[in-house]
T-cell receptor, first 112, second 115 residues
């Protein structure tokens, strides 16, 4: 079946450090891929997405590239800020809309 | 515009009681989803509705769980005879339509605690 695996957290970084959160997926066919973020005390919100192979999603300095050959969608940011502290979820949707399948989430804590 | 709203924001109930959770999707969105977020299970899909089509109930964990969507808008998730393992945050999401790559917009959730 379809599934998403993320690197385990928590991840603790200093401000301005480089961030990578690994995400790999298993799916039949070609899913759409998403990163959602949950800031403390807030709801889930879309960070970025990619709908086909080699697409790059980007938002707020974060980037992720849809790699079909490695079935990956790793999240990166060149210089994190304290305000990036949150839980990040990688997810996929297969086919015409339908249910999101989430990874287990990765908690990021950025220290000043 | 207004986002997805859910009520109540918090619900404490006793084991064995029934609860109803409400979701108001973004106006005009035809697709509506329910998910559950719990410590042990992470984020799990429960059910979705798309227009007048039959809902996909494949994620409902037991027959104690049911949901309906009236008039293509508001949805209610009902849990009968609640158990302690039902304690979780229940999230509702909506999207403009159910097409490839469509973004789902989430509400703030209802935090359910079963004592």
């Amino acid at each position: 079946g379809n599934s998403v695996t993320q690197m385990e957290g928590p991840v603790t970084l200093s401000e301005e450090a480089f961030l990578t959160i690994n995400c790999t997926y298993t799916a039949t066919g070609y899913p759409s891929l998403f990163w959602y973020v949950q800031y403390p005390g807030e709801g889930l919100q879309l960070l970025l997405k990619a709908t086909k192979a080699d697409d790059k999603g980007s938002n707020k300095g974060f980037e992720a590239t849809y790699r079909k050959e490695t079935t990956s969608f790793h999240l990166e940011k060149g210089s994190v800020q304290v305000s990036d502290s949150a839980v990040y979820f990688c997810a996929l949707v297969y086919g015409q809309g339908g249910k999101l399948i989430f990874g287990q989430g990765t908690e990021l804590s950025v220290k000043p | 515009g207004a986002g997805v709203s859910q009520s109540p924001s918090n619900k404490v109930t006793e084991k064995g009681k029934d609860v109803e959770l409400r979701c108001d999707p973004i106006s005009g969105h035809t697709a509506l989803y329910w998910y559950r977020q719990s410590l042990g299970q992470g984020l799990e899909f429960l059910i979705y509705f798309q227009g007048n089509s039959a809902p996909d109930k494949s994620g409902l964990p037991s027959d104690r769980f049911s949901a309906e969507r009236t008039g293509g808008s508001v949805s209610t998730l009902t849990i009968q005879r609640t158990q302690q393992e039902d304690s979780a945050v229940y999230l509702c999401a909506s999207s403009p339509q159910m097409s490839f790559g469509e973004t789902q917009y989430f509400g703030p959730g209802t935090r359910l605690l079963v004592l």
